[in-house]
T-cell receptor, first 117, second 114 residues
């Protein structure tokens, strides 16, 4: 069975601080996809990034960066110079490729990020 | 490009009633998935429809059902509502092919069962 663990329930930072959200996953699949989603108070889940299990190249996109390490089954997400608008719940998710699509996701419990002035 | 649209945004129902939720996917997306979000269980996959056929199903009782129309719009139905069905129901769409395209979610329908 697949499992995603986000050990950090809630993080509070002051604006402009860097913050890293942790994600650890478990799967027996050799091919899988990992995702990060953001859920602002409006409720919708906003797609941030997708990584497949063969692509361990880390990426930086503006203030966001991701660190994918298969050896430790981790897929961490960092926000540099956080802003109040980054306040949201962040979810890490793992896809079950055995179903043939990435529509069946296993989500972590989420990390609530609070950025204050 | 319009996003995923879910209606209604809020619903209040009584135990034993049934409810139908609606989802219009992003234009061109053929897969629609439904998720339930509760404080206790988190985000859980309900089912996925692709080309009017249920392609995947989560571990929910038969009271939860859905369908997809030829224009890819989808409806989800919950019969004989229970208090525990109170949740945010999220619909997501994707191209749905074999490319494992990411899901794009709607704002959800918040269902309260009293």
């Amino acid at each position: 069975a697949q499992k995603v663990t986000q050990a950090q329930t809630e993080i509070s930072v002051v604006e402009k601080e860097d913050v890293t959200l942790d994600c650890v996953y478990e799967t027996r699949d050799t091919t899988y996809y990992l995702f990060w989603y953001k859920q602002p108070p409006s409720g919708e889940l906003v797609f941030l990034i997708r990584r497949n299990s063969f692509d361990e190249q880390n990426e930086i996109s503006g203030r966001y960066s991701w660190n994918f390490q298969k050896s430790t089954s981790s897929f961490n997400f960092t926000i540099t110079a956080s802003q109040v608008v980054d306040s949201a719940v962040y979810f890490c998710a793992l896809s079950d490729v055995n179903t043939g699509t990435a529509s069946k996701l296993t989500f972590g419990t989420g990390t609530r990020l609070q950025v204050t002035l | 490009k319009a996003g995923v649209t879910q209606t209604p945004r809020y619903l209040i129902k009584t135990r034993g009633q049934q409810v139908t939720l609606s989802c219009s996917p992003i234009s061109g997306h053929r897969s629609v998935s439904w998720y339930q979000q509760t404080p206790g269980q988190g985000l859980q996959f309900l089912f996925e429809y692709f080309s009017e056929t249920q392609r995947n199903k989560g571990n929910f009782p038969g009271r939860f059902s859905g369908r997809q129309f030829s224009n890819s719009r989808s409806e989800m139905n919950v019969s004989t509502l229970e208090l525990g069905d109170s949740a945010l129901y999220l619909c997501a769409s994707s191209f749905g092919g074999t490319e494992n395209s990411p899901l794009h979610f709607g704002n959800g329908t918040r269902l309260t069962v009293t």
